[in-house]
């Protein structure tokens, strides 16, 4: 059985996104003017998913872990789970909320302050659409389909659960990078902290994966943990970075726990 064509996956999914953000980024730089809505954003992150779908029409899967088109399809569609596989799909990123809020009424004294968040980054009915429907349902739909319903199953086939969270991890991050180059604000610092966000959830999906095979349970739990971290920044950037060491310090207990178990291929 011939090993599935990752490489060409991944620079499938590199090729659609940053072809398609290009135009945005050079926008947002001040170097062209195409008229492009920041919503134009949805259209990168869909390179994934899109990936996904070349590579398999063409190699029919090509790993047992993997599955086909067929499974693929099967996976993002399929709700009837147990209702306790969502109710941690669900509520866990609102749990890292909480446990954010409690970090910092420890550290303030004081709880945070909903007038806070009412006036501002999401004061508005277009800044929490934007959050909901672009920055969570749309990324996460265009994301996950393809890193963890066809890159990490076939990762875990070859290289076991931990090496292939690592390897998969670089590849999710990097892949952000055009996102990243069309917010002038953001600099080297905002990248790299990012990057351990990424590493934290990259652990996470893992975690979630093994536990339910199920795509549509990553694309629900990526699109809930944008939505409750962008709520955690919209109360104050002290909440925000609690809400990440929170899900950091969660990964490291996960990688403790898949240590300590060491099962075959760990």
Same mark, same amino acid.
């Given at each position: 059985?011939?090993?599935?064509?990752?490489?060409?996956?991944?620079a499938l999914a590199y090729l659609w996104t940053w072809v398609t953000t290009l135009p945005l980024l050079l926008q947002k730089r001040?170097?062209?003017?195409?008229?492009?809505?920041? !919503?134009?954003?949805?259209?990168?992150?869909?390179?994934?998913?899109?990936?996904?779908?070349v590579v398999l029409r063409r190699t029919g899967g090509g790993s047992v872990g993997g599955g086909g088109l067929a499974a693929f399809w099967h996976s993002?569609? @399929?709700?009837?789970?147990?209702r306790g596989?969502?109710?941690?799909?669900?509520? &866990?990123?609102?749990?890292?909320?909480?446990?954010?809020?409690?970090v910092v009424t420890l550290q303030t004294g004081a709880p945070p302050s909903l007038s806070a968040l009412a006036s501002g980054r999401l004061g508005t009915l277009h800044a929490l659409v934007d959050l909901v429907l672009v920055g969570a349902v749309l990324q996460?739909?265009?994301?996950?389909?393809?890193?963890?319903?066809?890159?990490?199953?076939?990762?875990l086939?070859?290289?076991?659960?931990?090496?292939?969270?690592?390897?998969?991890?670089?590849?999710?991050?990097?892949?952000h990078l055009p996102f990243f180059l069309g917010r002038p604000e953001f600099g080297l610092?905002?990248?790299?902290?990012?990057?351990?966000g990424i590493l934290s959830a990259s652990v996470w999906m893992t975690f979630l994966?093994?536990?339910?095979? &199920?795509?549509?349970?990553?694309? !629900?739990?990526?699109?809930?943990? @944008?939505?409750?971290?962008?709520v955690a920044l919209g109360f104050s950037t002290a909440m925000f970075l609690a809400y990440g060491m929170v899900v950091a310090l969660g990964a490291v207990g996960i990688v403790v726990w898949w240590v300590v178990r060491r099962p075959a291929r760990a």
């Open positions: 059985m011939h090993k599935p064509p990752l490489l060409t996956y991944i001040g170097l062209a003017d195409f008229g492009l809505p920041d !919503a134009w954003e949805a259209v990168g992150a869909f390179g994934p998913f899109v990936a996904a779908v993002l569609t @399929n709700w009837r789970l147990g596989t969502w109710v941690l799909t669900l509520l &866990s990123p609102v749990a890292f909320l909480a446990a954010a809020a409690l996460a739909l265009g994301e996950e389909p393809g890193w963890r319903g066809y890159l990490l199953p076939r990762m086939d070859r290289f076991g659960r931990l090496p292939a969270t690592l390897l998969l991890f670089p590849v999710w991050w990097l892949w610092p905002q990248f790299l902290g990012f990057g351990l994966w093994e536990r339910t095979r &199920s795509t549509l349970v990553a694309v !629900a739990w990526h699109a809930v943990l @944008n939505i409750t971290r962008g």
